[in-house]
């Protein structure tokens, strides 16, 4: 039960994919990249072959009940003394025979082995199913981390982009005075230099735009040149989690219980058992029946011998049938089925270390995102205080700079105080806004 809400959503999402592709749709949101991924991730895909894979092999092993039924022929020529199979006697001719059967086989009876490798098979197809919705939670986490990185530049771009429209109105206002002789050049010097740098740093940021773009253009297995913008992420709930009551105990219990990467291995922990159960049975008798229906035939390929029986007539004449019985016991095998048993143990040993350290992991891994949550609401709430106090700041410095109470120097250095409050304020923002957005996706697993 616990897989259903994985499988359904693949399903659901399968469906309206094709949907998406025929719209041409270039500008993603980060749910419309969560859909892409699900169906075009190479990652994904490749966990998709791997459960078609398991189902194979659990049919197999279901057909592996069954008797297996060959038709064999055998042809052959012989030169010098040899013996007819046909007459059992000895011919100096030159001549070709052949033989042929058709035989039947069947497991009686071989320790339950073929019963235990479906039941081994069952669990492997069920970890595959668990690995790939892992796989697909591990691309959802990037993504959100692609966004968020993006999302972050986005607003430093506009900042940036800002202080260049104001340094360009302000050079404007200080050449006019400078032309009727109210400031000097050198007033003017420092407002370009610093429009110089905000234009590097714009260069800066539209490059690491376009690294990020092409870094989830790869996630999502789209062509290098495909045209892809990010849709800016609606951030309006913010107020609404700032008070929201997330309990630390609920979202790790919730992880531990649902996560399928504990149901992966978990599943992978029922394998190894399945494994160590066939390896004790290898100690079993087997028990074997087996049938057959064989004729030959031989023809002369020398001098014709008179009344020489035809193929057919041979054939059917040589008709013969029989009925097997095998049994096969264990007695001595050199320690092979004891020392696999010791290496099975062993390795379900380590896949039982493997599902604690898991979860160990799991757990640290869960409180690290609750933490950074808790922290980035703390610190969205503080930033938001100290840009509110900033931006008053500004303003009375720019106001005792048209009146000449203050130099340019003094006024780009608010400005850049307001700026940097600004870029912490934007960031903490949707650090919040993500954080809460990886807690979403643990949450609803």
Same mark, same amino acid.
């Given at each position: 039960?616990?897989?259903?809400t994985?499988?359904?959503?693949?399903?659901?999402?399968?469906?309206?994919?094709?949907?998406?592709?025929?719209?041409?749709?270039?500008?993603?949101?980060?749910?419309?990249?969560?859909?892409?991924?699900?169906?075009?991730?190479?990652?994904?895909?490749?966990?998709?072959?791997?459960?078609?894979?398991?189902?194979?092999?659990?049919?197999?092993?279901?057909?592996?009940? %069954?008797?297996?039924?060959?038709?064999?022929?055998?042809?052959?020529?012989?030169?010098?003394?040899?013996?007819?199979?046909?007459?059992?006697?000895f011919?100096?001719?030159?001549?070709?025979?052949?033989?042929?059967?058709?035989?039947?086989?069947?497991?009686?009876?071989?320790?339950?082995?073929?019963?235990?490798?479906?039941?081994?098979?069952?669990h *492997?197809?069920?970890?595959?199913?668990?690995?790939?919705?892992?796989?697909?939670?591990?691309?959802?986490?990037?993504?959100?981390?692609?966004?968020?990185?993006?999302?972050i530049?986005?607003?430093?771009?506009?900042?940036?982009?800002?202080?260049?429209?104001?340094?360009?109105?302000?050079?404007?206002?200080?050449?006019?005075?400078?032309?009727?002789?109210? %400031?000097?050049e050198?007033?003017?010097?420092?407002? +370009?230099?610093?429009?110089?740098?905000?234009k590097?740093?714009?260069?800066?940021?539209?490059? @690491?735009?376009?690294?990020?773009?092409?870094?989830?253009?790869?996630?999502?297995?789209?062509?290098?040149?495909?045209?892809?913008?990010?849709?800016?992420?609606?951030?309006?709930?913010?107020?609404?989690?700032?008070?929201?009551?997330i /309990?630390?105990? @609920? $979202?790790? %219990?919730? $992880?531990?219980?649902?996560h399928?990467?504990?149901?992966?291995? @978990?599943?992978e922990?029922k394998?190894?058992?399945?494994?160590?159960?066939?390896?004790? *049975?290898?100690?079993?008798?087997?028990?074997?029946?087996?049938?057959?229906?064989?004729?030959?035939?031989?023809?002369?390929?020398?001098?014709?011998?008179?009344?020489?029986?035809?193929?057919?007539?041979?054939?059917?004449?040589?008709l013969?049938?029989y009925?097997?019985?095998?049994?096969?016991?264990p007695?001595?095998?050199?320690?092979?089925?004891? #020392?696999?048993?010791?290496?099975?143990?062993?390795?379900?040993?380590?896949t039982?270390?493997?599902?604690?350290?898991? /979860?160990?992991?799991?757990?640290?891994n869960?409180?690290?995102?609750?933490?950074t949550?808790i922290?980035?609401?703390?610190?969205?709430?503080?930033?938001?205080?100290?840009? +509110?106090?900033?931006?008053?700041?500004?303003?009375l410095? +720019? +106001?005792?700079f048209?009146?000449?109470?203050?130099?340019?120097?003094?006024?780009?250095t608010?400005?850049?105080?307001? #700026?940097?409050?600004?870029?912490?304020?934007?960031?903490?923002?949707l650090?919040?806004?993500?954080?809460?957005?990886?807690?979403?996706?643990?949450?609803?697993?």
């Amino acid at each position: 039960m616990r897989n259903a809400t994985s499988i359904l959503t693949f399903t659901l999402l399968a469906f309206l994919m094709p949907m998406l592709s025929l719209q041409g749709q270039t500008r993603l949101s980060m749910d419309d990249c969560f859909l892409i991924a699900a169906n075009q991730n190479i990652s994904v895909q490749q966990a998709e072959n791997e459960i078609e894979i398991a189902n194979i092999r659990k049919s197999s092993s279901k057909f592996a009940l %069954l008797p297996s039924l060959s038709y064999d022929l055998n042809h052959y020529f012989s030169f010098g003394k040899n013996i007819d199979p046909v007459t059992n006697s000895f011919a100096f001719e030159q001549f070709s025979g052949g033989e042929m059967g058709l035989r039947l086989r069947m497991n009686i009876f071989s320790g339950f082995k073929n019963l235990l490798a479906i039941s081994e098979n069952v669990h *492997r197809q069920r970890s595959a199913e668990y690995a790939k919705s892992a796989v697909f939670l591990e691309v959802c986490f990037q993504i959100v981390d692609l966004f968020s990185s993006y999302m972050i530049i986005q607003e430093n771009v506009k900042a940036v982009s800002g202080n260049i429209e104001t340094l360009n109105n302000e050079l404007e206002i200080i050449h006019e005075k400078i032309k009727i002789g109210r %400031l000097t050049e050198y007033e003017a010097y420092a407002f +370009e230099a610093r429009l110089e740098t905000e234009k590097a740093e714009m260069i800066r940021l539209n490059n @690491e735009s376009e690294i990020i773009l092409q870094q989830l253009k790869e996630l999502l297995n789209f062509q290098y040149d495909a045209d892809v913008e990010l849709q800016e992420v609606n951030n309006t709930e913010l107020q609404d989690i700032i008070f929201l009551p997330i /309990r630390k105990e @609920e $979202v790790v %219990l919730q $992880v531990m219980n649902n996560h399928p990467i504990i149901g992966q291995f @978990e599943e992978e922990l029922k394998v190894s058992e399945m494994v160590l159960k066939s390896a004790n *049975r290898a100690f079993y008798p087997s028990l074997r029946l087996g049938a057959s229906v064989l004729s030959n035939y031989s023809v002369n390929i020398g001098q014709p011998i008179p009344n020489e029986t035809m193929v057919m007539e041979q054939v059917f004449n040589n008709l013969g049938q029989y009925v097997s019985v095998g049994l096969s016991i264990p007695i001595f095998t050199q320690m092979q089925n004891l #020392n696999k048993v010791r290496e099975e143990k062993i390795r379900l040993h380590n896949t039982k270390l493997d599902l604690d350290e898991t /979860r160990n992991s799991l757990v640290s891994n869960t409180l690290q995102l609750y933490n950074t949550f808790i922290a980035n609401r703390e610190k969205y709430q503080i930033t938001s205080n100290a840009l +509110e106090k900033n931006i008053l700041s500004y303003e009375l410095q +720019e +106001e005792k700079f048209r009146l000449g109470r203050i130099s340019s120097v003094e006024l780009l250095t608010a400005r850049d105080i307001l #700026n940097e409050s600004l870029s912490k304020f934007n960031q903490a923002k949707l650090s919040l806004y993500f954080s809460y957005q990886l807690l979403q996706l643990i949450e609803t697993l």
